[in-house]
Antibody, heavy 121, light 113 residues
Framework: EVQLLESGGGLVQPGGSLRLSCAASGFTFSNYAMSWVRQAPGKGLEWVSGVSGSGGTTYYADSVKGRFTISRHNPKNTLYLQMNSLRAEDTAVYYC??????????????WGQGTLVTVSS | DIVMTQSPDSLAVSLGERATINCKSSQSVLSSSNNNNYLAWYQQKPGQPPKLLIYWASTRASGVPDRFSGSGSGTDFTLTISSLQAEDVALYYCQQYYSTPPAFGQGTKVEIK
């Protein structure tokens, strides 16, 4: 059974940093691209960042480019999102999502339950 | 970047009746190399993560009931629920993956009339 378990969310002040983690199990982690997708309170889905199965290629939404860094550690089956220079508009539930593709973001067949990031003073 | 627009924003349908949600992309998501439409549909119930329903515009994901179907090509797509059940009350999103960044529609809320 595929499981994705996010952690690392919380309350942070504007300008601060957080690192999210996503522990994956139930599939061969390195064979699949992974993404982070966020959802602001009461709003729709916004793709944030993706990484290829090997970790060699990364992708970012313009809204987070230069501030967020996605990475993965395949031996640990874990996906990360380092978030710096956080803004109020980054407040959202952040979902870890498994792709059906190995290279670039396609469509997402498994999602974690999400972790809430709140940016506020 | 490709922009996805869904219509309507919400709809109320009687139990057992048909529900239809439309999705339009700002540019074609049909690949000329493999003739596939790079379009997916998701269902999201309150307090839950999204669930993949349809990919390649018309392929049902594993375990998805056959009352859910996807159609369309190029820039215009439709998700149809043939006979609405109580458990289908949810938000529905389309998503293009023809190009990066992948983009979601704004969502359509389906309720019982």
């Amino acid at each position: 059974e595929v499981q994705l378990l996010e952690s690392g969310g919380g309350l942070v002040q504007p300008g601060g940093s957080l690192r999210l983690s996503c522990a994956a199990s139930g599939f061969t982690f390195s064979n699949y691209a992974m993404s982070w997708v966020r959802q602001a309170p009461g709003k729709g889905l916004e793709w944030v960042s993706g990484v290829s199965g090997s970790g060699g290629t990364t992708y970012y939404a313009d809204s987070v480019k230069g501030r967020f860094t996605i990475s993965r550690h395949n031996p640990k089956n874990t996906l990360y999102l380092q978030m710096n220079s956080l803004r109020a508009e980054d407040t959202a539930v952040y979902y870890c999502a498994k792709d059906r593709n190995s290279e670039r973001p396609y469509h997402f067949d498994y999602w974690g339950q999400g972790t809430l990031v709140t940016v506020s003073s | 970047d490709i922009v996805m627009t869904q219509s309507p924003d919400s709809l109320a349908v009687s139990l057992g009746e048909r529900a239809t949600i439309n999705c339009k992309s700002s540019q074609s998501v049909l690949s000329s190399s493999n003739n596939n439409n790079y379009l997916a549909w998701y269902q999201q119930k309150p307090g839950q993560p999204p669930k993949l329903l349809i990919y390649w515009a018309s392929t049902r994901a594993s375990g998805v009931p056959d009352r859910f179907s996807g159609s369309g090509s190029g820039t215009d797509f439709t998700l149809t629920i043939s006979s609405l059940q109580a458990e289908d009350v949810a938000l529905y999103y389309c998503q293009q993956y023809y190009s990066t960044p992948p983009a979601f529609g704004q969502g359509t809320k389906v309720e019982i009339k």
